[in-house]
Structure formats: C-alpha cells, structure tokens
C-alpha cells in the first residue's frame, strides 16, 4: 500500500534539501539548494557505478545531518531511468517533473539561470522547492512502491502504442501484398481481417498453393479455424477464386514468402 500525505501549510521546511539534477548521457549535473535557495551542494557526476557512489556518499552525508531530501528531475528521454531508480531508496522523494512546466518556471522565476547543464540542475532544485513549499490539498504519494508502479504503468502503455502502430503497419502491408497476387480473397469474408483469413494466408500464401490443396481437406481447415461460422463450401469458392485471379505477378512466389513472413509478425504482435 502507497502513503499519501497532505502538505501542511505549517510544516518546517527549514531542515530540507531540494536537489535538482539535469541528467544527460554521459554525465548528471546535481544542485542541492536549502529552504532560502543557498546552494548547499552542487556537483557533476558520470552516469556510470562510480558517480552514482558519489551521489551515495553526499545523500548518506544530509542524512547524518538530519536532513530530509527532496529530488527532482525533468521527465525527459531515458537517460533519467537509471538515476530515478537510484534514487528511490535513498532520498524522501524524487519526483519527475514536466520540461515544459520548468521552462514556464524559468521565465518568471525570481533567478535567473543561463542554458547551462549546471544552472538547469539550480533551475530544477529551485522549481522542486516552489512545488513543496506551496500549501496544497492535493494528496502527494511519496512512496517508492507508487513511483515503481506508476514506471511500470507507464512503460507497459508505451509498449501498447509502439506494439500497434507497428501492427497497423503491417496489416496495411500485408492489404497491399495480398492486392498484388491475389485481389480477389477477400471477396468471401464479411470481415477483411478475421482469424480464419489469417490461417488461410499463413499456411497459403498464395493463389497456387491454395488451389492445390484438395477443396474438402480446405474446408475441414476453414470450419475450424472458424469454429463453424463459415462453411466447408467456402473452400471451393476460394479456390475457383484462386485458379481464374487476374493476377499474375513476375514475383510471385517473394510475395508469397513475405505474407507468411507478415501475418507471423501480426499474429506475434496480437499476443503481446
């Protein structure tokens, strides 16, 4: 179970650090400021073990000091990933902010910073302080097991998207395909792109290898691959289809292999 608190108006940031970090390839740039905006620490680190057992050793230091540290960072890219895991053990909270909300800080905030990775890193532990420091009545879940889960949530949505964009390109590929080498195909399914077409163009690519089946082991094959919505005698339509397409295409047989190749992909794409 997360825990959700609620900022008090009243409560003593006196004893709090805000670190900001810019993160980058290569290296992370980290500005810890207290509650008056004095740079209490600030430090470029590779992103690689042995920076990251720097920043170790600074965190370990505040808290010998009794002090609280609040981190922050612009959710930007994936060279963030690592650190904000880094981090969640080692610090109250650290929290992903939104680039284009600190770019709207910069403008009206009370410091100025010029566009350097270590003025970027004050910019954000700046803007970290101005989000805590303002009383709200908004639940804020400072627990490690929410921000996992909220990665994770949120890793597994872009997976969605990138999994079926990539589909819907590839069954308009595989449209295009079966148009040049047999057109007529789906003249006998009400539904262009159901299981039982899939099965068919898997294991028949093409208009020669369909026709060459005998018609009632095809219309076996299609009444189950239909569970019985479509009848054994569709084989034989498909097949007169087959034998008399209007297609003839020089490559033929390269089509062929690449409907195969394609509806594998779209089926791999369906269980993901």
Not at 209 to 231: A, C, D, N
Not at 244 to 250: E, G, K
Request: proline share 5%; with cysteine; net charge positive.
């Amino acid at each position: 179970m997360s825990t959700i608190i609620y900022r008090d108006p009243n409560e003593n940031l006196s004893h709090t650090i805000f670190m900001g970090i810019d993160v980058s390839k290569d290296q992370h740039a980290i500005c810890c400021i207290d509650s008056s905006y004095r740079i209490q620490k600030k430090v470029v680190i590779p992103n690689r073990k042995k920076g990251f057992q720097t920043l170790e050793s600074i965190l370990l230091g505040f808290k010998e000091q009794g002090v609280t540290v609040l981190a922050g960072l612009e959710s930007t890219g994936v060279y963030g990933h690592s650190i904000y895991g880094f981090l969640q053990p080692l610090v109250s909270s650290v929290s992903l902010w939104n680039p284009f909300k600190v770019e709207a800080y910069r403008k009206f905030s009370p410091h100025p910073t010029t566009k350097t990775d270590a003025e970027d890193a004050f910019l954000i532990a700046c803007f970290t302080y101005h989000q805590w420091a303002q009383p709200t009545s908004s639940p804020i879940d400072l627990s490690a097991s929410f921000s996992k889960r909220l990665a994770i949530l949120r890793e597994y949505t872009r997976l969605r998207i990138y999994y079926t964009e990539k589909k819907s390109n590839q069954v308009r590929r595989l449209s295009t395909l079966v148009e040049k080498i047999f057109p007529e195909f789906f003249d006998v399914f009400t539904s262009r792109w159901n299981q039982t077409a899939f099965h068919l163009m898997r294991h028949y690519p093409s208009p020669e290898q369909l026709g060459g089946v005998p018609t009632q082991e095809l219309g076996h094959q299609i009444e189950r691959w239909s569970k019985k919505q479509m009848k054994a005698s569709v084989a034989g339509e498909l097949q007169d289809l087959a034998k008399n397409t209007i297609a003839h295409p020089l490559d033929g047989e390269v089509i062929a292999m690449e409907i195969g190749n394609t509806v594998d992909l779209i089926c791999g794409f369906k269980s993901n």
